[in-house]
């Protein structure tokens, strides 16, 4: 996982999604790849395919909600935009917020 | 008899009750080394999991890059460590969590048995706070534990979580692991 953005970037951040614990390892953990992935806990070992589409699974969804953390870093404080309704009355407030909306419009 | 220095040796020392003798770099540089530290050990855990509040038992290795232990070293099975002498131990444990959002809060736990394994004590606890909007957070906690029968004293860790989070590991990085070292006799 990427740690700035926390966008998936192993078959490690799909892994860890399929069963709790310490349920796999790897022969050779500097080499983390399909091939090296090994099952401690006696279930079975998904497929490489099945993996492969896990991690597009989650890069996907992480991807779609690109704008919804664009906004989230935009936003006024909660206690700023209290303070907009009060002063501004509700439609105010609703311009202000449609402002970062549709800088980010869902994808 | 005088006092002789040259550029190896000191003679003739005999001041205050000190032996007279002489003092030479053999007899320097070994009781410099016994100054040395003795024990220094490092491990990590290599793979991510997930897990709410339970004992790390897999994927554990010693750090091997840019380190070395020192001296003979903790042996491990099933995440169960062991010292390798008695005496007094420093023990730090870092655990790393990503990706958390759900849990208020992470942490680790240092556990040491009295009785070679039958039960756990639990000797440090670190917690830290997380939230919907924290990407990754760090514990760390650290101790020093009287190892008095290493056989009988193993010591384990733990991982803590109000619900089932992800743990990160790696296997250049220090990120959910611990450091010991031997400080003194017990």
Redesign the interface.
Known sequence: MDLQTGRANHIEDYLVTVRTGQWFGWSDSKNKVYANLIVHDGGSKPSEADVNAGLKKLQDDFDALDYARKRAKEYPSIADQLDDIYHNGIDAWKATIKTTKDKYPKS | MALSLNATTISGLAVGGLPDGTVDTDTLAASTKSMLIQEFDMWRV??????SS?D????W?RADTNFEKVGDGLTQSSGIFTFPSNGKWLVGFSIYS??AGEVDYIGGKILVSNNSGGSYDIRTEALTSHSADT??ANAYTITCLDIVDASAMPMKFQTVAPS?S?F?GH??QQRTGFWTMKVGDT
């Open positions: 290599n793979a991510d999991f997930t897990a339970a790390i038992t897999a994927n290795e990503w990706n990407m990754s089932t992800s990160n296997t250049d």
